[in-house]
């Protein structure tokens, strides 16, 4: 390796690019000879866009030894290694594991499990408590994403608005994004306080002659699963409510004006200005969220345990209650590995979404 | 052009960057995989244990009693590994899976079969014969197929709390001592108002051991079975009783409620705030009780029975069990500690700081310095007999969690006692 000069080189540059000098000195590297390139060309090294314009690139070396070929090749997967190393024993091996679980019998808990093909496939999909959990995910998810879209879209508008001094707006924005500060346990535990049947809410809501005596928010199977929702959208329109807002200021202001010179009132600058401009963000977020809230497990748990009477069970709580609670560790896998299908339909679409960008 | 140049060469020093990262990164896996191996070549052994007590106990009085083993003990340490009870479940599920188990497991007795089934922890049976242990000292052992797999170190008593203020206010002057008189007990609680209602179920199916503590332990109390022959017997008059009991409290509004998603803390907190006047519950939040709320006025009594059930009391209760992991390579030296954890004074000692009774019968808690309320409970516990038919089941969680399902169902009216006991006795028996 050359020893560097930084300030004895032709270059000015004041910057702190690693200008290499001509370096007569410098020993070829023993690993990678640099071939028949010229010295000369070294001495124009430079990072920065601040070297004399007149030089050339460097003339290609016509070919290169065999060895150095493959050696410039394989560099990209030097950086690459230590991220696919982990990526491989992170993801790779655990997601093959469980897809080989899926097809066995009492996996874990047997030393010698027999394959079974599909059979734990079949089990699973035809289990009712599945479909319940695959029912109520997919209200808790498309409730929890269209919830937290609007409320997020009004919000960033509100906190947007030239109406708001820049003081009244910092204020107003550091109190809509702290539910989104809470770790999920502290949520889960503040909610479980508040919609007890002496909590709070019950309390607010019978001053207010909303309600007639306690409801048991969490404890009802007509209530529990919509309860939970509630929590997960409190807890998750921040970070729309914090994208959106970004996009709304990115949106130039010469588009309003022109629709402003054009006649068009809010409603019609709304729909035909802000939500176009806005909905590349949009459609990422509502994917997003989407697979993010189907993962959603730590809420449930803390809150209703997935009860009462399966009634807020969801995917992520069934798949759990499988493995740790019946230790059927093949029927747990091939729900996972259900949920992981699902989850990479959403998955596909968001990326397709990305690549439409 | 010039910037695309000096990039295309400035790869050049950075190869060996490259190079030399994904040496150390392969340097590094290696290095992982060879460590565990040398850790007994010194001569000296590590112990690992992994429980949930050291949490639960005053600051820093486990770690003294583990220094005091390893004083005695020149040449093995014991590193504890600590964590709270759930998640050292879930370790301990994992770790049994892999075979990575630490070599001394905090066990509770609702997971012995499973991991004994799993052949993730050892057969203690055989070591207490290879270390010519005395088995006639242990309280309680619990067993699979004949072998001891789990010993007791510790019991913790489910006695029924009452908070003795309320139950003079409602017009009650004795703690209840029968069913009938528990049951009119909490009416005339909950006919207070003000939130207070008489009793507290919790039905959580996330942490399902209501089924055992709260719903049970009435089984217990009187006497009676939910197995016969080791195998599940659910569907008999006894159990139905009890069931017919808590539907009656609920339907008379009897009980706090949220009962369906309660959890074991929920009731703790809703007695040490005055909210609930009786509830079935571990001898050890004695202190948390005192702690939160010092005024509150409470006793500790047996669980009621049948009316005129004069037979021993069975008195529902909880362990920390300890276990040696069939993978440790150090198994005589595991069990050297299970021996002295359990050896007559260092178990008085665990069971003071612990609030709980010994698991050595020979050993005497000091009750000196303690609640005069776990003196009683010590007589409690000596009158009657412990018991927990959940101890050494198969998948007993699992069944708990299916009896709270099924009760559920009972209490919102969406199926009746008769089938509900018929619908848990299928389930379980396919379990065994």
């Known amino acids: 390796m050359e020893p560097a000069h930084p300030t004895a080189g032709p270059s000015v540059s004041p910057s702190l690019s690693p200008s290499v000098s001509p370096a007569p000195q410098s020993a070829p590297d023993p690993a990678f000879p640099a071939g028949p390139a010229p010295t000369s060309s070294i001495s124009t090294l430079t990072l920065t866009r601040t070297a004399s314009p007149q030089e050339n690139p460097p003339p290609r070396p016509a070919r290169m030894p065999w060895a150095t070929r493959v050696a410039r090749r394989l560099v990209p997967f030097g950086y690459l290694t230590p991220t696919i190393v982990l990526l491989f024993v992170l993801m790779v091996v655990p997601i093959v594991m469980v897809i080989s679980y899926s097809f066995k019998d009492n996996v874990i808990v047997e030393r010698n499990p027999v394959l079974v093909g599909f059979a734990n496939y079949t089990q699973i999909l035809t289990d009712p408590n599945f479909r319940t959990a695959l029912k109520n995910t997919a209200i808790f998810i498309v409730g929890s994403m269209g919830a937290h879209l609007v409320l997020g879209l009004v919000f960033a508008m509100m906190l947007n608005s030239p109406l708001l001094g820049p003081l009244t707006r910092s204020v107003f924005r550091v109190l809509y994004i702290l539910p989104w500060l809470f770790t999920i346990a502290v949520v889960a535990v503040l909610w479980r306080l508040m919609l007890d049947p002496a909590g709070v809410v019950n309390y607010v809501l019978e001053a207010a002659h909303l309600i007639d005596g306690q409801v048991d928010w969490l404890a009802s199977p007509a209530t529990a699963l919509w309860a939970v929702l509630f929590i997960n959208i409190w807890s998750g329109y921040p970070f729309f409510m914090i994208s959106i807002l970004a996009g709304l200021q990115g949106i130039p202001t010469d588009l309003y004006e022109a629709a402003a010179v054009d006649g068009a009132g809010p409603w019609h600058t709304f729909w035909n200005v802000t939500i176009p401009q806005l909905r590349p963000i949009l459609l990422s977020m509502a994917v997003l969220d989407l697979i993010w809230t189907s993962q959603q497990f730590a809420l449930i748990w803390m809150t209703t345990g997935g009860g009462p009477l399966n009634s807020t069970e969801m995917l992520s709580t069934y798949v759990y209650k499988q493995a740790f609670s019946s230790y059927e560790f093949g029927l747990a896998s091939a729900a996972a590995v259900i949920v992981l299908l699902l989850t990479m339909l959403l998955a596909f679409f968001y990326v397709r979404q990305q690549r439409e960008r | ?432």
């Open chain 2, 1 to 432: 052009m010039s910037a695309v140049s000096g990039v295309r060469k400035a790869v050049r020093p950075g190869r060996l960057f490259g190079i030399v990262t994904t040496a150390a990164v392969i340097g590094a896996l290696a290095a992982c995989g060879s460590g565990s191996g040398s850790a007994a070549s010194g001569g000296d052994v590590k112990l690992e244990f992994a429980q949930w007590w050291a949490a639960e106990l005053p600051d820093g009085a486990f770690d003294k009693i583990v220094a005091d083993f390893e004083a005695q003990n020149p040449g093995i340490t014991v590193e504890l590994v600590t964590a709270p009870y759930a998640s050292t479940k879930q370790q301990l599920v994992s770790g049994a899976a892999s075979r990575t188990l630490p070599d001394v497991v905090g066990l509770d007795g609702a997971w012995v079969n499973d991991f004994s089934q799993q052949g993730a922890i050892a057969n203690l049976s055989d070591l207490m014969k290879d270390a010519g242990y005395d088995e006639s000292q242990l309280a309680s052992q619990i067993q699979v197929d004949g072998s001891t797999y789990m010993i007791p170190v510790v019991n913790f008593v489910y006695p029924l709390f009452v908070n003795t203020d309320l139950l003079k206010e409602a017009g009650v002057n004795e703690v209840p001592s029968t069913r009938t008189e528990f049951v009119e007990a909490a009416k005339k609680i909950s006919a207070l108002g003000d939130n207070k209602k008489g009793w507290a179920l919790p039905l959580d199916t996330s942490a399902p051991n209501g089924a055992q503590n709260d719903v049970m332990s009435w089984l217990w109390a009187s006497g009676g079975s939910m197995l016969a022959d080791g195998k599940p017997n659910v569907n008999t008059p006894e159990v139905k009783s009890v069931i017919d009991m808590i539907k009656g409290l609920t339907d008379a509004d009897a009980v706090a409620p949220g009962y369906l998603t309660m959890k074991e803390q929920d009731k703790v907190e809703k007695f040490t705030t005055g909210q609930i006047g009786m509830m079935v519950d571990s001898l050890a939040h004695i202190n948390l009780i005192k702690e939160n709320a010092p005024d509150l006025n409470f006793e500790v009594a047996a669980i009621p029975a049948t009316d005129g059930y004069t037979g021993k009391r069975g008195i529902p209760y909880a362990s920390w069990g300890i276990g040696v992991a069939d993978s440790s390579e150090h198994q005589a030296e595991a069990f050297k500690f299970v021996e002295y954890l359990m050896s007559k004074d260092v178990n008085a000692q665990l069971s003071t700081l612990a609030n709980g009774f010994p698991g050595n019968t020979a050993s005497k808690p000091d009750f000196s310095d303690s609640d005069p309320k776990f003196e009683e409970a010590f007589t409690i516990y000596q009158d009657g007999t412990p018991a927990n038919e959940f101890t050494g089941l198969p998948k007993s969680e699992d069944l708990m969690r299916t009896l709270n399902e099924q009760l559920q169902a009972v209490l919102t009216g969406k199926t009746s006692v008769d089938d509900a006991l018929k619908n848990t006795q299928d389930n379980w028996a396919s379990v065994f």
